[in-house]
């Protein structure tokens, strides 16, 4: 983000506003992180701050410091939208395509306010009037932090604060075992642990929070793991029925897919689930080193995101979207050993 922009957004921010932040449809870790974080930043400088998710997200973010404050537009729709016909300033976390926003996305394109884009995903549109994007940074919540420091109020980050940001950086970066985890995430870490993120209780209220039928869902999740050595590959697949039987909640498949690649002389790993719902089968992609799943998923599964993580969507069958994936293995020479 350039000290122009900048510049003109301590000067939109530098009197109270109507102000709402949106995260991306069915949030995560690093989504609600920023979103809470920021909301709590934006409120100390005196603004009246709404935090709008497009649906719900996982049980075992519900603890963040202002959950009980987020309105869920599929839930609330007529004061999501009033909220949003309000606003004067959108801030727009995590996400950098409108149709990432499921379906706020009419209401967003309607909205008249400022829009303020803060994302680390690839290839981003241009509904914003202030972007700032960086592919390269390991989470929205390191850059919530850097877009913090550019408004010069480092100082200002609060115990909250800094607990919703620790939150989507770990969730972000794999407990800081991801790629994209710079010495300079280190440093942000530090920093937000010397300003009040509790490591210990942060990491045990989203990693030791398992119910039983999520532990039982697990079970399944591995029984049907496949391994493709060949190709350093292993993926998962669950269907609706076994969700259904273990009485899937939103967020019980999170981190699953890490389980591939936690087998040695695996690279690539993938889990399937079937959403009979939407009708799709949904698919998160994770790999480590060189092989860019962001291209993987864009060339084959409507998808995209990060070098080492991305994700897609099928609407064949399970079993079609199995024989897909199989059959596109051997076009990727440089996953055979």
């Known amino acids: 983000m350039i000290e122009q922009a900048i510049l003109e957004i301590t000067a939109e921010l530098s009197q109270a506003k109507n102000i709402v932040i949106v995260p991306h449809k069915g949030p995560d870790g690093d989504a609600m992180g920023a ?32 959950n009980d404050e987020v309105v869920i537009y599929e839930k609330e729709k007529d004061r999501a ?5 309000d606003a004067e300033i959108v801030f727009a976390l995590d996400f950098n395509h409108l149709s990432r926003s499921g379906d706020m ?63 989507g950086i770990m969730t972000d970066t794999g407990s800081f075992r991801f790629s994209a985890t710079s010495a300079e995430t280190h440093r942000v870490i530090a920093d937000l ?15 030791d929070t398992f119910s039983e039928n999520r532990l039982q869902l697990l079970g ?30 939103k967020g019980d498949t999170e981190g699953f897919v890490n389980y591939g690649l936690s087998i040695e002389g695996v690279i690539f790993a993938v889990i399937f689930i079937e959403n009979k719902q939407e009708n799709i089968i949904k698919i998160s992609f994770r790999s480590k080193g060189d092989f860019n799943v962001n291209k993987f998923a864009r060339a084959h599964f409507e998808g995209g995101g990060h070098n080492n993580a991305a994700g897609g969507k099928s609407s064949l069958s399970l079993e079609e979207t199995l ?13 055979q050993g």
């Not at 809470?36 to 410091?65: A, C, Q, T």
């Not at 009040?196 to 209220?205: C, F, L, P, S, T």
């Open 35 to 66: 979103t809470l974080g920021l909301m709590h930043f934006l409120r100390d400088k005196g603004h009246n701050v709404n935090v709008i998710s497009p649906n719900e997200y996982p049980k075992f973010l519900k603890w963040l410091p202002g």
């Open 81 to 85: 939208e009033a909220l949003l016909n």
């Open 105 to 167: 996305q009419e209401t967003l394109t309607a909205c008249e306010a400022v829009f303020i884009m803060i994302d680390h995903h690839r290839e981003p549109s241009d509904f914003a009037n202030y972007t700032y994007s960086d592919a390269e940074m390991s989470s929205t919540c390191e850059m919530v932090y850097h877009f913090i420091d550019k408004l010069r109020a480092v100082e200002k980050i609060t115990p909250e604060i800094a607990t919703c940001l620790y939150t």
């Open 193 to 207: 642990m010397d300003k009040g993120a509790v490591n210990d209780e942060i990491h045990n209220n989203i990693f």
């Open 220 to 249: 399944t999740a591995l029984q049907n793991l496949r391994v493709k050595l060949e190709y350093k590959t292993a993926y998962i697949s669950l269907s609706q029925e076994e969700l259904d039987k273990n009485n899937f909640q």
């Open 323 to 335: 024989e897909k994936f199989n059959s596109i293995l051997p076009e990727y020479k440089q996953l």
